[in-house]
């Protein structure tokens, strides 16, 4: 859930009712596919519920996203294919961006942009910390052995309570739609 928080921390609420509004909730089964490594990936995903798990070619099992993880931000900043395969641990939902029409709105406002850029930017560096603290804990360090962030990084700490109510305010307005 943090994850989303360092998102929604940064943009106004009318841009996370823009996210809502554009884009569909996305049911997926347990074991169906998101995204497959190699192949281009055409939205941006924020997980609303459920687990999903993520693996790579030659290096395994990588991650597991809960609630409030954003897929498909790598492709999106860069029209590289998907560097992963992400699949649903158990059946789940997501909202699902378009792309192009992100990428629209992106380039019709430049105060959208320069927010959903640097939320960007905090949750990928926040991302990279994390995988980078795994990597020299050793690939057989138990889980409580992975050094732990303190607290949230100061960009965001002072519109937490925001960022809370903007994702449980989406989830609402979401529940009130029909799954795609």
């Known amino acids: 859930m943090r994850k989303i928080l360092y998102v929604f ?12 509004g554009a884009g569909t909730r996305r049911r997926v089964p347990a074991d169906g596919t998101l995204t497959v490594e ?4 055409d939205f941006l995903g924020i ?18 996203l809960g609630v409030g993880e954003v897929i498909g931000e790598m492709s999106l900043v860069e029209a590289a294919p998907a560097s992963a395969t992400i699949r649903a641990a158990r059946d789940s ?16 406002d ?8 640097r939320a960007l930017a905090v949750f990928l560096a926040d991302r990279l910390r994390s995988v980078t603290a795994r990597v020299g804990a050793g690939p057989d360090a138990p889980a409580e052995a992975l050094p732990e962030r303190d607290e949230l990084d100061a960009v965001v700490l002072d519109s937490i309570s925001a960022a809370g109510e903007r994702f449980h305010r989406m989830l609402k307005v979401l529940a009130s739609a029909r799954p795609s």
């Open 38 to 41: 190699g192949t281009p990936v």
């Open 110 to 117: 430049d105060g959208f942009a320069a927010r959903f850029y």
């Open 9 to 20: 921390g940064l943009l106004t609420d009318a841009d996370v009712a823009w996210m809502a």
């Open 47 to 64: 997980v609303l519920e459920g687990e999903l798990l993520v693996s790579a070619r030659g290096a395994g099992h990588l991650a597991r």
């Open 93 to 108: 939902l997501i909202l699902s961006i378009d792309k192009a029409a992100l990428l629209d709105r992106l380039g019709a």
